[in-house]
């Protein structure tokens, strides 16, 4: 009326109380979180995500989802994430500035960091950690392992407890792992360090030096087996242990 009095012309705007809701403490940012989570989730599986328990996956405001993809449980996205179509992502996965790959799977319990792009069809399994790291098409690591500053060729396999040492007190290192190579548990790549398409680490190596193509590298001692030994060790140290009372 004011405005009309004063020859001014005025309009009224509809919209959803959520998008004008005022925020002055943290108690009220966490229920206007709370709201926008619960549309974002809803639009989700609009658009033809999975979701199994809604309610305990969180989004960021630029996660992008496809269709097909299939969300478990008690899974958080940062900032930068998308998932193409017809990925899996486990329970108790935390992704961030991460993309993945068409018909990938991450998790349960895999922490994707910025920098990651999971391919086609690639693997991260259980208590993996990935950082600024590309795995090929096909390619796997699928137990308790850090893959960070790398390249992983399509169809390569990562064996559990593999790390990539890429950090060495002052600056990052990079390591190139060529297609089809196969990386034995509990190998350590020392970065910089470039293991060649086909090659093959045994379990427990330390790798220090690149590996050519279609190679086998061994780095640990031979086995070596005394007869008895145990068995004397245990007699001698019984003894003693009574000795001393």
Partial sequence: MLAA???RTSAVIETDAAEVSGVNSRAE???VEAIWQMQRRARAMAEGATLIAP???W???DTEVGRDVTIEPNVVFGPGVAVADGATIHAFSHLEGAEVGRSAE???YARLRPGTVIGERAKVGNFVETKKA???KGAKANHLTYLGDATVGAGANIGAGTITCNYDG???YRTEIGEGAFIGSNSALVAPVNIGAG???GAGAVITRDVEADALALVRPEQIAKPGWAKRFRERMAARKKERG
């Fill in 5 to 7: 009095a004063d020859g």
């Fill in 29 to 31: 940012l966490a229920e």
């Fill in 55 to 57: 309610e305990t996956v």
């Fill in 59 to 61: 989004f960021a405001h």
């Fill in 106 to 108: 991450i998790g349960p």
């Fill in 134 to 136: 590309v795995l090929g």
């Fill in 170 to 172: 002052f600056f990052k």
């Fill in 199 to 201: 090659a093959i680490t």
